[in-house]
């Protein structure tokens, strides 16, 4: 391992003292307009006597608006700054001009934890980055760790064919590694964890990706300057740009996500300093005190409850309480992920970060952490909190409405306190409330897209002026629709989860091959029609003012199905990019790591397996019947030793009915017993080749044949 760079010209940070003046500042403006907001609430409530549904709205309604003006303080904050173009807490202003020499950089693992993913996308990934790596002159500097998790036999297979196939191509054996535990114990964390174990003494540090990560080559050696000229910075987070979207909802996101961020991260960045946050990818991580002090705490309570389902939030908080720092490189660039594509799958993602959120509450009263920390913790908890909270209001406005339309005699409208200082009645008022609401949550958006069209390279970068703002203004007219169906989404998988169900790790849904999946739709929106229209008929019999107020609401429930439909056409998302709307720059002006990797992926998806009914099976009949997969699958597993008696006999019967009924006569947990065994793999090949046909299924024959029209292909050619 090299030394640490020294350079003359660091820029230092700013002093920690000015971070928490900062703080002061944010913080105070957000409790002011927050109490402002409740003030004129408190007096639209309370004219004629407030009574118990009143004071439940007001308490309700605190913690509701207190989120929505940190973020648009938040938003204010990075506007000025990028304003300004010069932030004293950005940590990427310690970097140097120059980029570092190679051997001025550590050696640094970057970790790809992965769980039954498309193979495809997660090995040209890697190529890409390796590559890029090569043509900067730093790829001796990184050692790549592909950890899989995968518990689909033909998924396992899959991968191990991919990686020989990829390191032969890029001359990556021993800068390129691929291991598959055998016990998925603790998620991604542990998977993590079992490489920290092994290997992270080796390494001073780690860079974690997701299996849809991306990252350049000029950013990863960044990363690992920025640590080695602040020595106390624990973890550095960048902010990955969502890239590869299809589908009208994805562009939708990403387009919102690239054009929105850059005035929260700034903003974020500004309250945070060096107390940020890790969001489990795109990161770089300090791999000593990480060892030392970040292992996670096991919960009390049941055995699904058992540990932290997101770890992320959890690592940040124990890497501060060992007084090191966390820091977001915002202004860094050149990291990317993809999105989800339906909404349909992005409410999925969210039930299960939503049952990690929530276990977060266990740690809000852990002994020596950071106060922001804590916020983070809570700001995490209440993100999907909110919802229930929100809907409670809706319902509490609801049956207030109900009130002051069937009571004795008007107490909206007459004048007292507030408004009658401002010479306004009750309901002028409530809809000065309401007016301030929308301009809180709108104005971020506008300051957003005037940076963007005060700079012409980023003007252009997103399509020109012209569609930027038509862009920002149809995205924010869906956004409007969208979020009570996120709501409603999000309410329930609050309450299922307080209940004690159990929220499944399922690989995430990346891209929109299969289509629009009308049944899955229907069934999970039902619901949220169901609830719009009858929430809508009983508002209008209550009072046709309390039907328009609620209107944004049930309207956008009532429209979920086919705006769910819409949202999830791949064709859309196509034509809309062709029309260079919500188009974004890395679509424009795309990096070569990126454009690469998508022609790469385009001439992947369209290579041919030998059958189709061959596909779903391809994993297992690669390793029965090819002798090069299935030496090298063998050599790959660590564990040799010969099986006792009872587990030989447990092998054999399972070796029997495989060559009999074909591999679906397995389940997945059977397959995976027999893969893990070298010698039952090894018999397979063997018995597979010398038994007569008369002893073999008609699907091992059927496979046979049409495996043998391969032979004159190469392997690789599956993975070009």
Not at 524 to 552: D, Q
Request: glycine share 8%; hydrophobic share 45%; aromatic share 10%.
């Amino acid at each position: 391992m090299s030394a640490t760079i020294h350079h003359p010209s660091i820029i230092h940070l700013a002093p920690l003292r000015a971070s928490a003046r900062r703080q002061v500042v944010f913080f105070t403006a957000v409790v002011m307009l927050t109490g402002l907001a409740t003030w004129v609430l408190a007096d639209i409530l309370w004219r004629g006597g407030i009574r118990k549904l009143e004071i439940a709205i007001l308490i309700v309604f605190v913690p509701l608006f207190g989120m929505v003006a940190l973020g648009f303080i938040q938003a204010v904050c990075g506007f000025l700054i990028l304003l300004r173009r010069k932030d004293p807490f950005s940590i990427s202003r310690t970097l140097p001009e120059k980029e570092p020499d190679p051997g001025e950089l550590p050696a640094t693992a970057i970790v790809i934890p992965i769980y039954n993913e498309d193979v495809s996308r997660v090995y040209e990934g890697v190529r890409m980055i390796y590559l890029d790596l090569v043509r900067a002159g730093y790829a001796k500097r990184f050692d790549f760790f592909i950890l899989s998790d995968s518990n689909n036999p033909n998924k396992w297979i899959e991968e191990e064919v991919a990686w020989i196939d990829l390191c032969k191509q890029v001359k990556g054996f021993g800068r390129i590694f691929y291991r598959k535990r055998m016990v998925n114990l603790n998620r991604k964390s542990g998977n993590v964890s079992d490489f920290l174990r092994r290997w992270g003494r080796k390494y001073r540090y780690m860079v974690v990706l997701d299996a849809d990560s991306l990252m350049k080559a000029e950013t990863l050696a960044r990363m690992v300057q920025l640590m080695e000229l602040n020595p106390r910075a624990g973890i550095i987070q960048t902010v990955p740009s969502p890239i590869q979207a299809q589908t009208f909802f994805a562009r939708l996101m990403q387009f919102s996500g690239t054009l929105y961020g850059p005035i929260f991260q700034a903003g974020l960045n500004y309250w945070q300093a060096a107390c940020g946050n890790f969001w489990g990818h795109n990161a770089i991580i300090r791999c000593a005190p990480f060892m030392e002090h970040c292992s996670l705490p096991t919960l009390t309570g049941g055995a699904g409850n058992a540990r932290f389902m997101s770890h992320d939030y959890v690592e940040a908080a124990l890497m501060r309480r060992a007084n090191f720092e966390v820091w977001m490189a915002y202004e860094l660039g050149g990291s990317y992920e993809n999105l989800p594509p339906t909404p349909l799958d992005h409410a999925c993602r969210d039930r299960r970060w939503c049952r990690g959120n929530l276990q977060h509450a266990w740690m809000l009263t852990a002994q020596g952490l950071n106060p922001i920390n804590r916020l983070h913790l809570l700001m995490g908890i209440f993100s999907y909190a909110a919802s229930p909270l929100w809907l409670l209001f809706l319902v509490l406005g609801t049956l207030q409405g109900w009130f002051e339309a069937t009571g004795p005699g008007p107490r909206f409208d007459s004048d007292v306190g507030l408004s009658s200082f401002l010479d306004v009645g009750g309901g002028r008022l409530a809809l000065l409330l309401f007016a301030i609401a929308v301009t809180l949550l709108t104005l971020p958006k506008v300051l957003a897209v005037l940076l963007v069209l005060r700079d012409r390279k980023r003007r252009k970068e997103f399509g020109g002026g012209v569609r930027v703002m038509i862009g920002c203004v149809l995205e924010h007219a869906l956004s409007v629709l969208l979020a009570p169906v996120q709501m409603i989404f999000n309410s329930r998988f609050v309450v299922e989860i307080l209940m004690g169900r159990d929220v499944p790790w399922n690989p995430q849904q990346r891209d929109a091959a299969g289509g629009v999946d009308w049944e899955g739709i229907i069934k999970a929106y039902a619901p949220h029609t169901g609830i719009g229209v009858t929430w809508a008929v009983l508002a209008w019999r209550v009072s046709p003012a309390l039907f328009w107020w609620l209107s944004p609401v049930t309207f956008g429930l009532m429209v979920s199905i086919p705006l769910c439909v819409v949202l999830s056409m791949p064709g859309l998302g196509r034509r809309l990019r062709a029309l260079s709307l919500f188009v974004i720059p890395a679509e424009t002006n795309p990096p070569s790591v990126v454009s690469h990797l998508e022609k790469n992926l385009e001439s992947i998806h369209h290579r041919l397996t030998p059958s189709p009914w061959l596909g779903e099976q391809y994993g297992m009949t690669q390793v029965v019947i090819d002798p090069y997969i299935n030496a090298a699958h063998c050599s790959l597993l660590r564990d040799k030793q010969a099986p006792g008696a009872a587990a030989h006999k447990h092998l054999q019967e399972l070796a029997d009915t495989l060559l009999a009924k074909g591999p679906a006569a397995l389940n997945r947990k059977e397959q995976m017993v027999l893969l893990r065994n070298a010698q039952a793999v090894t018999d397979l090949h063997e018995r597979v080749w010398c038994l007569p046909e008369a002893k073999l299924s008609h699907w091992w024959r059927m496979a046979m044949r049409d495996y043998n029209t391969l032979q004159d292909r190469p392997v690789t050619a599956l993975y070009r």
